[in-house]
């Protein structure tokens, strides 16, 4: 390891509203205020400025506040109502834990709270939450590198961007078409955020375990590099038995390392894996095809699935049924486009793992095309449909229309699947053979 180094640190934003209640577990000093804060606060804006009041009183406004432990070992702090899952089908609030700093911004009107930590701190976190703390050792030193790895290539692009004279635009609307796509460019005043958006990450609120600890230790600072460039390790909970292009899920960008993997280690057979024309499309999304991720296997899927995860059973092929008057409901409400009555869903384009990346949507009222992949799983569900690589089946009679969603797999598709690499350790891989199935002629390096 190269001691010079020192490991980074990072600023992840937590939660915003208009007021935000957290309670300081040991003294903490803060900004323009010397005595030392603890307890339960509540902090507030008043002209555009945050204040922060409990028990002892107030804290003088300031544009922006941040609360340093004074014994970073065993203070913390409980942040209350903290959403999770926002906008999916478990979402809920929470109280979370957390070590390190607090800080406290303005953003769009109302306060922004932010945790300052260590990257190796916080991904003690990110892996209990992602997965279960008591996952195989290779999977947990996969998820190790990858998540440092893509926090890390996040934040040198936070910073190019920064340095950039252009607005980084991910949103392209036309007459008839919108392509959007979602990623962390959302994020301006601090790396990442806490949620799925990102990461999950929250806090010490998530058990974790010795083994954790040992996994994040014994890969301390390794990422996977190509051609010297820390890379953008995506992640995401089932490809389906094909994993997808960068390009086709975000900007245009083609990395090589993140290529069209087959999710085995060999050829399903029986199926054609031009995954673009609709016919094989079709064929695979109805087919049960081998692959790491095609599994049942409750002791090798508890590892991925928190409990949460857990209330969704049905990933590696799956269904949705829409009667024509909830689908155009849901369309208009999600879109913010009134459509009239949906007509129709028409595939335009596939990516590798047929994942759509173009969607025409037909109605009464009005025609449109949506695109990317997340902006068509926005689309067609009141949370996100579980991924964009469907087929639709129309059944109508003289009263109604009835609309079935046939699909493949859990998430974007893009760099890792999380199901894959567990079954992958449960059959003995180790934890670098896993990274180089999904990130080919990527190299492991120890970049601290």
Known sequence: MNSERKVPEIQVGILSGEEIFFTLNGPFQTTG????????????????????????????GMSEHIFSPYNEKTASFTVHSVIIGVNFHWERSEDQVFRGKLRLIIEDNKITLVNILSVEEYLVSVISSEMSATSSEELLKTHAVISRGWLLAQMNKRGILSRGTERYNACFITGDEIVKWYDREDHINYD???????????????????SVEKAISETSGEV??????????????????????FENVWEPVNHPYIRSIIDNDRMPEGYNINLKDEINAKLWI????????????????????????????????????????????????????????????????????????????????????IGKELEIRKALSRTHLYSSCFFVEKLSDKSSVLFTLNGA??????????????????????????????????????RY
């Not at 205020?33 to 003088?60: L, M, Q, T, Y």
């Not at 996977?224 to 292009?245: A, M, P």
């Not at 567990?422 to 999904?438: F, N, T």
Request: aromatic share 10%; charged share 25%; proline share 2%.
């Open 286 to 369: 109805t087919g049960n095809p081998e692959a790491f991720c095609n599994s049942t296997d409750k002791k090798v899927l508890t590892q991925v699935l928190n409990d949460y995860d857990q209330e969704t059973n049905d990933f590696f092929r799956w269904k949705v049924k829409y009667s024509q008057a909830d689908l155009s409901d849901i369309v208009k409400a999600r879109t913010g486009i009134d459509f009239g009555i949906v007509t129709d869903l028409i595939p335009l384009e596939r990516g590798v793992s047929g994942r759509i990346k173009r969607l025409r949507i037909e109605g009464s009222e009005k025609t449109m095309i």
């Open 192 to 210: 990442v955020c806490a949620d799925d958006h990102c990461q999950r990450y929250q806090g010490i609120t998530r058990a974790s375990t010795p």
């Open 33 to 60: 205020h010397s005595p030392a804060i603890e307890g339960r606060c509540r902090a507030f804006c008043s002209d555009n400025k945050i204040w922060v009041e409990n028990d002892a009183g107030k804290v003088e």
């Open 224 to 245: 996977l590099t190509f051609n010297g460039i820390i890379c953008d390790t995506r992640y995401y909970k089932c490809c389906g038995g094909v994993s997808e292009l």
């Open 409 to 446: 797999g859990w998430g974007h598709g893009v760099g890792l699947c999380q199901i894959g690499a567990a079954v992958m350790g449960s059959k003995g891989y180790k934890y670098q053979e896993i990274l180089m199935h999904y990130f080919r002629d990527a190299l492991l390096e120890r």
